[in-house]
């Protein structure tokens, strides 16, 4: 699938322009549009949408940023933030435990169900089922392994529709977070978690520049998304060593990657990629490395990345 290149743009603007405002017209100089979508179109029925902000230059660029992807695992930066904002109101400590069980109740009816530890990239977790367990941990599971059981134990606490609308309250317009992980009934019905490229970028740039909770818990955030510990999309394109604070999500046919990118030597850009449409994770994993090394070259070497 070829993208018809008026859906391409390459903003220039100031370092403190929002994410959320529509961008302005393109220059058509930079060839980055081109070879992303090249690259995608290399893929059969691929559907990406990527958000990029350098927060040194105030470069943006947006492919199909409004575009609505099931968010998978996505959705747990947004409930790590209204976790942290609790945090910061007293409403909740990082060292108060609660009782992990695995059984939560469907949106749709309010029925029981569980997961799965053998569907679950934190099968660890399972084991401490029964037993009280601090919400720091949680935490660190649901962000580092991507952890369902952790996930849906701290929605339990902060729900769904509150993460959503401070979500929306940040920028992140278009965003919809409904539910944990593995509501059966909901997924037949159509109640998905989703997002956009834009809107995931506009929550990641708000932790770094510390506007979307405390300084302090920004700091937090972004320390724990720093050991991710599935690094084989984003990171994958970028030279060894390259520190990237981050949040994967995947299931059947999609594949997305959200991070803050720490360059050495220069401040940090943001980059959102999202995928659906291909089967195989391994050649999405690949694309989003690639998508990845192109902007990280553009970045870089800005006065030679348009030749």
């Known amino acids: 699938m070829i993208w018809p290149l008026l859906f391409l ?10 994410l959320n405002r529509p961008p302005q017209a393109a220059p058509a100089a930079d060839s980055l549009p081109r070879r992303i979508a090249q690259r995608v179109a290399q893929v059969k029925d691929a559907v990406v949408g990527v958000a990029f902000h350098d927060l040194q230059t105030g470069d943006t660029l947006f ?3 409004d575009d609505s992807f099931h968010a998978a695992s996505t959705m747990k930066v ?3 933030i209204e976790l942290m904002r609790r945090i910061d109101a007293g409403a909740l400590g990082l060292d108060q ?27 660890s977790a399972y084991a401490r089922i029964g037993s009280r367990v601090s919400v720091r941990e949680l935490i660190d599971r649901m ?34 977070v409904l ?13 998905n978690n989703t997002t956009t490229a834009r809107d995931l970028a506009v929550l990641l740039e708000g932790i770094e520049r510390g506007t979307v909770a ?19 999309e984003i990171p994958a394109g970028l030279p060894a060593g390259t520190k990237v604070a981050h949040k994967t999500g995947w299931i059947t046919g999609v594949l997305h990657d959200a991070a803050v990118v720490y360059p050495n030597g220069r401040k940090p850009y943001v980059l959102v990629v999202l995928t659906r449409g291909i089967p195989d994770d391994k050649i999405a994993r690949q ?4 998508i990845s090394r192109m902007v990280y070259d553009r970045v870089m070497q800005p006065a030679t990345a348009s030749k």
Do not use: W
């Open 97 to 123: 435990g609660i009782l992990l069980v695995n059984q939560f109740g469907s949106i749709v009816d309010g029925s029981p169900y569980s997961l799965d530890a053998g569907d679950d990239s934190d099968s």
């Open 63 to 65: 492919i199909n940023a």
């Open 287 to 290: 694309m989003i490395a690639d």
């Open 78 to 80: 947004p409930v790590l």
């Open 179 to 191: 539910r944990g992980v593995e509501d059966g009934k909901a997924f037949q019905a159509g109640l």
């Open 214 to 232: 405390s300084r302090s818990s920004c700091d937090a955030m972004r320390d724990v998304l720093l050991r991710q510990e599935f690094n084989g």
């Open 143 to 176: 962000i580092t392994r991507s952890s369902n059981l952790a996930t849906n134990a701290l929605i339990e606490l902060v729900r769904g529709d509150r993460v959503n609308a401070t979500a929306h309250s940040l920028g992140a317009r278009n965003i919809r």
């Open 9 to 18: 743009s390459l903003v220039l603007t100031t370092p403190d322009r929002p």
